[in-house]
């Protein structure tokens, strides 16, 4: 699908957006809301499944600025009130997010991406953006140390140079000015692998519960997701890559075994069937060391990723498009032709610092949620950050709490 094919006064952009994934749309949309010329250009065609379907409730004033958060209930995507986590020994009680103080961030949404992400692909080109489906970059071009625009490769074999002042980069872990230029580092303990499957005839809560994403614990190594969607449950499986093998020979059976070995889950399965097929994807935690340079910038999960524990995957994606966009703005306003975009996400390294250590404490053998929410203002800190917020008071007593416990602990060993 082609959405608006390039002609002679396409070929020029304030700004080429690469990948049309939520970062690449937030991205385009708020840069074309802004009056920008902008272009994307997206490589395979959509609708196209994707993993990553658990939103956090901090995404919903993205999701407002880019004037698509009342289509959510629209198109019937369930609504998620809570998370609840569930290890061997029992359930949490459940972290709702009514409990934080922003009304705006009571509830998010759980979204079957091939949706969701067409609803996002939609509103860019409602709002003035040039898009193209079906149109792979295929390179960079340069001048010195600056990006100057991209080659794209359409399914006719025919090739285009399209010129930009910015080139931002929204094409996940591969990206093609991520390989080149951002030199991505992966984070070590968090080199991970899942296996995950959309399922129906599964059994959910009553009520508002019906809706939350759960966590089952399998291990300190080991855990499933549970996300409810329109017409199914996106249930996965999540553990160490080196080990994976011990649950099975083929994905279907890791899955399989995995579901097994957690009792709390297979009494909700006994009408279940696999919807489709059973998928494998690599779930290693990286970030880039270089955010950008002149004429170029990456955001998304080009910029980085971290494990999908708390689901923050698309917050992270669609916040780092926001602040790029900000900046972007403000560079376009500026002399430099090609604008040096180095250090631009600042804001967005803070918030990913913030959750690492969270997820570093889920990793960890004696890391137990009950304990450390029994703190009044602990439990409150847990639920800002799980709701996606990470700069009160309260969201940074508890990361300071975690990592005083990994600081206790090394210098105990030394």
């Keep these: 699908m082609m959405l ?76 998620k009130h809570a998370v609840q986590f569930i290890s061997p020994k029992g359930p949490s009680r459940p972290f709702y997010f009514s409990e934080v103080r922003d009304p705006r961030m009571h509830n998010t949404w759980q979204v079957l991406r091939s949706e969701f992400d067409r609803m996002m692909l939609d509103r860019a080109v409602e709002c003035g953006a040039h898009v193209e489906t079906d149109t792979p970059v295929i390179a960079v071009c340069s001048e010195g140390d600056a990006v100057t625009g991209v080659r794209v490769r359409r399914l006719d074999e025919s090739e285009d140079v399209i010129d930009a002042r910015l080139v931002l980069d929204a094409s996940g872990q591969k990206g093609v000015v991520a390989r080149e230029r951002s030199r991505q580092k992966l984070i070590p303990g968090l080199e991970n692998t899942a296996v995950y499957a959309h399922f129906e005839g599964v059994q959910l809560d009553p009520g508002i519960d019906a809706g939350s994403t759960l966590i089952y614990r399998l291990d300190a190594q080991s855990w499933i997701w549970f996300i409810p969607l329109m017409g199914g449950v996106s249930i996965g499986l999540v553990t160490s890559a080196r080990e994976i093998l011990r649950f099975g020979q083929n994905r279907d059976e890791i899955l399989q075994s995995a579901i097994d ?154």
């Design 261 to 414: 070995q957690c009792p709390a889950l297979l009494e909700r399965m006994s009408s279940a069937a696999v919807i489709g097929e059973v998928r494998v994807a690599r779930d290693f935690s990286y970030r880039a060391t270089v955010d950008g340079g002149p004429g170029w910038a990456v955001i998304g999960d080009a910029l980085g990723f971290i494990d999908p524990v708390y689901s923050t995957g698309l917050l992270l994606s669609a916040r780092s498009a926001e602040i790029a966009a900000l900046e972007v703005t403000c560079a376009l306003a500026g002399d430099q032709h090609y604008p040096n975009m180095h250090g631009f996400s600042t804001d967005w390294q803070v918030a990913f610092d913030r959750f690492l250590p969270l997820v570093r404490a889920f990793y960890t053998e004696d890391f137990r949620f009950g304990e450390l929410s029994k703190h009044e203002a602990h439990r409150q800190g847990l639920i800002d950050l799980l709701t996606g917020i990470v700069d009160t008071e309260e969201a940074i007593g508890v990361v300071d709490k975690i990592q005083q416990m990994f600081d206790d602990e090394a210098a105990s060993k030394s």
């Design 4 to 79: 608006s094919p390039v002609t002679d006064s396409h070929r020029s952009f304030d700004v080429v957006v690469i990948g049309g994934g939520p970062a690449g749309t937030t991205a385009a949309t708020l840069l074309a809301q802004a009056g920008h010329r902008v272009g994307l250009f997206e490589r395979h065609s959509f609708p196209r499944f994707h993993v990553g379907e658990s939103l956090v409730p901090a995404v919903n004033l993205t999701l407002e600025k880019l004037g698509v958060r009342e289509r959510m209930d629209q198109i019937g995507f369930p609504q």
